[in-house]
């Protein structure tokens, strides 16, 4: 199961790559970050599943924060760069409000005292900002940030549905769900 894990992240680190590549850090700055947050995560992961050993070891303290920053991260940054490309670029500012959740998540997880309200956070902040990139897609006719909508929402979803019936492959299709979700967002934000 670790040559899935190293293989997963690798898929992960070669579209982040692929996306820190094709986007400048001037031209699309939340873009360039949602891709340099996806290559540390996805290293962190190809060091840990290189080097698993079944202890608690602090690659594995570091992936748990990063994982849950990749749960909530990816999605209101994407929205922030398209909004501002959009007629309306005032409506970018309240997405900013993803900060809450993260700060709350990570606390949480440094003081291993996970609750409801965090999840709940996660969740609220995941929907609200699928609705709203759906909306953005209806109001523009672009398909496009449609799909990145969904497979936000499947990777979410869809692997605790997967972890459900076979456990340890929620991880792997999470990761495939984040490689896709950053090729897609490369191109997106890359078309002109």
């Known amino acids: 199961m670790l040559m899935m894990d190293a293989l997963f992240n690798s898929l992960l680190v070669v ?112 929907l609200g900002n699928a609705v709203s990139l759906l909306f953005l897609g209806i109001n523009q006719a672009n398909r496009l940030y449609g799909d990145l909508a969904v497979i936000a929402f499947l990777g979410r979803y869809g692997s605790s549905v997967l972890d459900y019936y076979w456990e340890g492959l929620g991880s792997d299709f999470n990761l495939l769900a984040h490689s896709l979700y950053i090729i897609l967002m490369t191109i997106t934000l890359s078309a002109k």
Do not use: W
């Not at 080097?51 to 924060?65: S, V």
């Not at 990816?74 to 997405?95: D, G, K, M, V």
């Not at 900013?96 to 709940?120: G, I």
């Open 15 to 126: 579209s982040s790559g692929y996306a820190m590549y094709t986007l400048h850090p001037l031209e699309t700055p939340y873009g360039y970050a949602v891709a340099t947050l996806s290559l540390a995560h996805g290293l962190i992961g190809v060091v840990r599943a290189s080097q698993n050993d079944g202890e608690e070891d602090e690659c594995n303290r570091i992936r748990l924060i990063t994982n849950g920053m990749m749960e909530i991260v990816p999605l209101p940054l994407t929205n922030i760069e398209l909004y501002l490309r959009s007629p309306n670029p005032s409506l970018a500012l309240p997405h900013m409000c993803f900060v809450v959740p993260l700060v709350y998540d990570m606390v949480a997880k440094m003081r291993d005292n996970e609750d409801h309200a965090t999840e709940t956070l996660k969740e609220l902040t995941l």
